[in-house]
């Protein structure tokens, strides 16, 4: 077993807005979604149903820090692990124990893991940011987007919260196993608010 100081509990907390459900998710983020859903090509139903999802359209929104990400982070910067997804060594060579807390955390209106900033160049705090359901979208976008442009929304839920498209055996591998479900019930909810859809292409 490997234990790293602090890998169980992060550095700082935030206090969560108190607004949350549909309504928040509109008055909050309801215009950024419209516009980046626009500009990336991506649904804006899908959008409204994954921030309701993952938090329920709060803002602030409080972090959701995860301790086994960390140890992976931590063993990927001691050369323990040859990387962790897209992160090496060298990006995080100089992170302290905070800011590996910091990436180790998910972050914004879509929870974020931080560790997805090292993608663009950005800072953490930029996903919880005025720009976060900028920057959120277009790791949408670069992530698995063109499932969401061939309207396969089941595969896209399913790409946020577990890493992989909808199982082919039928058995959700999301903490939640009805997670995929009720956000496919959310875009319907969405959509009746004004909230719309795009053609299936492949951008």
């Given at each position: 077993m490997v234990y790293f100081k602090?890998?169980?509990w992060p550095a700082k907390a935030v206090m969560a807005g108190e607004k949350c459900g549909p309504?928040?998710?509109i008055e909050n983020y309801g215009d950024d979604i419209k516009n980046y859903a626009d500009e990336f090509h991506l649904d804006s139903r899908y959008l409204a149903a994954l921030c309701m999802m993952e938090s329920g359209g709060r803002k602030p929104v409080p972090f959701r820090f995860e301790k086994h990400v960390y140890t992976r982070l931590k063993l990927t910067q001691i050369h323990l692990r040859d990387s962790y997804e897209h992160v090496k060594a060298d990006h995080i060579s100089d992170a302290g124990d905070e800011a590996l807390q910091n990436l180790a955390s998910s972050w914004g209106p879509f929870q974020l893991m931080?560790?997805?900033c090292l993608m663009?160049?950005?800072?953490v705090k930029d996903l919880r940011g005025d720009n976060g359901v900028y920057w959120a979208s277009k790791w949408?976008?670069?992530a698995y987007g063109k499932y969401i442009r061939k309207g396969e929304f089941k595969?896209?839920?399913h790409?946020?919260?577990a890493g992989?498209?909808?199982?082919?055996s039928g058995k959700s591998k999301t903490y939640d196993p009805a997670y995929v479900d009720k956000g496919l019930k959310w875009m319907k909810y969405f959509e009746q608010k004004g909230f719309k859809g795009k053609k299936k292409i492949e951008k």
């Open positions: 602090g890998c169980w309504e928040a998710v931080g560790y997805k663009f160049g950005i800072k949408i976008d670069s595969n896209a839920f790409i946020h919260n992989t498209p909808f199982p082919k």
